[in-house]
């Protein structure tokens, strides 16, 4: 069975669906928790979720009753997948160590699983950018001040030069530009004077 992915709002309403496994648009309704969305919304979601295969609809009378297709513990799966290939290199030993780093498992729940497991922590010598990033903001952003400056300084000597060339081409003036292209190009009648 292929598994699609959910936004969070998709997410929301299939956790409701999971308790309820079995229902109508009017249990959705009355099962949902405050603020409860339009029952247009739910409609279009309910909709958007039987084409991604997460639920099933049969039709009785004028209504439709839907069920789940898709268990928890298989979307679960799915997810733990994605995150292992994704973030962990199909890791299974670095998410377990993730998981012990931030203490939300530990050494004795794994050996209530297991009583054989006996795991020390692996040591991770990669420092992260992004980490740094968000720890370090100020540094980070002064660096970037700083390039910034150094680009306006770049560009303020350019347009220096490029105004000085343009003054230069000023004051030769366009006369003296006519001279030499009639002395490249001398047209078919006499040529006049040489400006002074």
Do not use: C
């Amino acid at each position: 069975m292929k598994i699609n992915h959910l936004t969070s709002a998709e997410e929301n309403l299939m956790k409701l669906f999971w308790k309820l496994e079995s229902f109508y648009l009017k249990d959705i309704m009355e099962q949902h928790p405050e603020p409860k969305p339009h029952q247009n919304t739910v409609s279009t979601y309910l909709k958007i979720l039987v084409e991604k295969g997460y639920l099933s609809t049969e039709k009785e009378g004028r209504i439709f009753k839907y069920s789940v297709i898709v268990p928890l513990e298989e979307y679960r799966k799915f997810l733990l997948k994605e995150l292992s290939q994704h973030f962990f290199d199909n890791s299974g030993k670095e998410i377990l160590n993730l998981l012990l780093q931030e203490k939300l498992i530990s050494q004795e729940d794994l050996k209530e699983l297991n009583p054989a497991i006996e795991i020390k922590p692996l040591k991770v010598k990669e420092e992260f950018e992004y980490a740094n990033e968000i720890l370090n903001p100020k540094k980070e952003k002064k660096k970037n001040k700083d390039k910034e400056k150094d680009k306006d300084r770049k560009k303020k000597k350019r347009r220096k030069k490029n105004n000085s060339f343009k003054k230069d081409h000023k004051k030769s003036g366009s006369k003296r530009t006519a001279y030499i292209f009639y002395q490249r190009f001398p047209p078919p009648f006499p040529p006049r004077s040489p400006p002074p």
